[in-house]
């Protein structure tokens, strides 16, 4: 019989497919707004503008939202995960990962309103600011091409995205890839 | 009994330094970005760094205006002795003049070594003949309600162009085709595309942009909250 551990809580997967799902909405409509060929081809610049600059607003509130109405202190207890830059439950590409995209997700955030009220007010405007959110967008993108290789594709750890979906993972897979985080769960640490 | 090392907070440094360095980068992105750009400057022609070369498209309205060789008209009209409306076949036979100049857009990014040709203002001028009492210049977008205007002087300007070609090629829609104003001493929103009218005024007035909040005369790097 396949026996399974618990990998990631409700409120980890929230957080994750929230942050998915408003990064790849973002990024849809950021690339209309930045590559040429795409204005051209779709158009409506105003429309996907607001688009782009709501969805920005939503991405921050969400995240706030899950992680306020959700198991606040498991988060605290993932954020203190993060801290080492070992292997435990998440090894250290993952917690890198983690890390930068959460920092990432602050600075698009504030240069990504810089750009809303620079448009409004120039006390806002920096000649920097653009470079600052299309240079977050470029190593953002390069992250994720790497993650979503690693979750989706690559047979050694594409397995991983049943913890990411349904929150456990197959015992004996993780005790080749994370063998010291199943053996202090067996141990009760 | 040995002391416990403290445990070292890596995760947290990791946050707060790539917070810290991205908000700094406001300070100096530009420059550096600027200095990686030259020195990848000859190889970017067979490999651009980025995907746009540099451009980005701002249009204000749903849609792009298309453009119509055999019935697109400039109306060149307002303070003048003679009104003309000029066929796209009459513009072009116009006398031609080439620059290559850097474009400078407010919100921070620049295209450097843009090839433009087209029609200086002042062969246009020879045509319509400007009353002494025109001071501004209206020019009017397809892409409705976009209009800008120019000072009589500003618009004689040593590099000020008409342009119905851009590197090399016809002006691509994205651009404005079949003519825009360049300007390149002042900001982008300056240089207004899809043109199909120019009307002499009495003076210039606010524009499309100024209206929202932009200064009226966009030199750049002395107006809109920047200075050098």
């Known amino acids: 019989m396949i026996r399974y551990v618990k990998r990631f809580s409700r409120t980890e997967r929230t957080l994750h497919w929230v942050n998915a799902l408003c990064f790849f909405f973002l990024l849809a409509t950021g690339l209309i707004l930045y590559l040429p060929s795409l204005a051209v081809a779709v158009g409506r610049r105003p429309l996907i503008k607001d688009m782009h600059f709501w969805s920005g607003i939503s991405w921050i509130s969400l995240l706030a939202l899950v992680a306020l109405l959700g198991d606040r202190r498991g988060l605290l207890r993932t954020a203190r995960e993060l801290e080492r830059l070992d292997t435990g439950r998440l090894n250290m590409g993952q917690k890198v990962n983690a890390i930068v995209m959460a920092s990432f997700t602050i600075l698009f955030f504030v240069s990504g309103l810089l750009l809303w009220l620079g448009e409004r007010d120039t006390r806002f405007r920096f000649a920097s600011t653009v470079v600052l959110h299309d240079g977050l967008m470029f190593v953002a993108l390069a992250l994720l091409v790497g993650h979503l290789y690693l979750a989706l594709i690559h047979p050694a750890t594409r397995h991983s995205l049943r913890g990411m979906t349904l929150g456990e993972v197959r015992e004996d897979w993780a005790r080749v890839h994370y063998p010291k985080w199943v053996s202090d769960t067996e141990s009760g640490a | ?228």
């Open chain 2, 1 to 228: 009994m040995p002391e416990q090392p403290a445990p070292r907070r890596y995760g947290r440094g990791l946050f707060l330094v790539t917070v810290a360095g991205g908000l700094s980068s406001l300070a100096w992105g530009k420059s550096v970005w600027g200095h990686v750009s030259k020195a990848v400057g000859p190889a970017e022609s067979l490999v651009p760094l980025v995907p746009t070369g540099g451009w980005r498209i701002y249009t204000i309205s749903g849609s792009m205006p298309g453009f119509d060789p055999a019935s697109w008209r400039l109306e060149v009209s307002g303070l003048v002795q003679q009104p003309v409306s000029l066929t796209y076949a009459h513009l072009r036979s116009l006398p031609r003049a080439e620059q290559v100049t850097t474009f400078h857009c407010v919100t921070g990014w620049s295209v450097p070594n843009v090839h433009w040709a087209g029609v200086r203002l002042s062969d246009v001028y020879d045509l319509v003949r400007p009353l002494p009492e025109a001071g501004g210049i209206q020019f009017v977008s397809a892409e409705e309600p976009y209009v800008d205007y120019l000072t009589m002087q500003q618009s004689l300007l040593r590099n000020v162009m008409l342009a119905y070609e851009m590197d090399g090629k016809p002006l691509p829609r994205e651009h404005g085709a079949p003519l825009r104003l360049i300007i390149p001493e002042m900001y982008g929103y300056k240089n207004v595309k899809w043109l199909k009218g120019i009307n002499l005024v009495p003076h210039a007035e606010d524009g499309y942009w100024e209206q929202l909040g932009y200064d009226r005369d966009a030199w750049v790097g002395r107006s809109n909250g920047y200075s050098s």
